[in-house]
């Protein structure tokens, strides 16, 4: 290892959330090279149920502007597979509520500022300006390994970009622009996009981007039998 290249803890722990990012392109050679490292993700019976879409320049201000231009306030195009089950339960509620209040926070917005926190909301259809915006797609007839798998694929992916001093956010808000995607880029009668990710250099300068989430503990989510 060489001393400028991090361990894969370092990684894990260095790679958050980023929601601003420099006009700074990303060449395709380096997003080539982030997604040959995840390639070797591993997934059961090796199917890799992955397929990725990669847009930049005027494929990427295509989707944008299709979400913009999208007519009334937010697509709704994910409401058979929402991203969270309804009516969260603990912890997983407050958690949720957390890290969005910290956000909300930093940004200045506060909870009555509606319009303030939509527009946050609706950067995500910019790829919070990333130069390089990707989207995850999985065949309608996998089964929840196959789900299990393409995240361990987008996680690999993350950190190789971590790697290589390239930032990310998964993005599953763009599922809610899922069918108007499919349309847009011919996707197959089975294919569905599952998340966006924004990939680019992040903006050190965005408070945003100070952002640090918590985490439970390892004795939380773990029963050790060791005798
Ligand atoms: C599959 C997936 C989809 C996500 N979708 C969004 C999204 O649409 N917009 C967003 O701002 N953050 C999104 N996130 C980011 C999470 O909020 C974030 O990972 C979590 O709060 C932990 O923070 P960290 O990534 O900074 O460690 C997503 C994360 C994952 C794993």
Known sequence: MNSNTLSVTQALKQRTSIRAYQSKPVPEALVREVL???????SGGNLQPWKVIVVSGAAQQAVISKAKNYPGMFPNEDADKPVYPANLWEPYRSRRFKVG?????LLGVPRENKVGRLTQLARNFEFFGAPVGMFFVIDTRMGHGQWAHLGMFMQS???AATERGLSTCFQEFWGTLRTTLKTHFALGENELIYSGMALGYADESAKVNTLRTERASVD????????
Do not use: G, I, K
């Open 36 to 42: 040959d490292a995840a390639r070797w993700s591993p």
């Open 220 to 227: 939380e989510f773990t029963t050790f039998h060791f005798d």
């Open 101 to 105: 209040e910290d956000m909300y926070e």
């Open 157 to 159: 992916l993350a950190l």
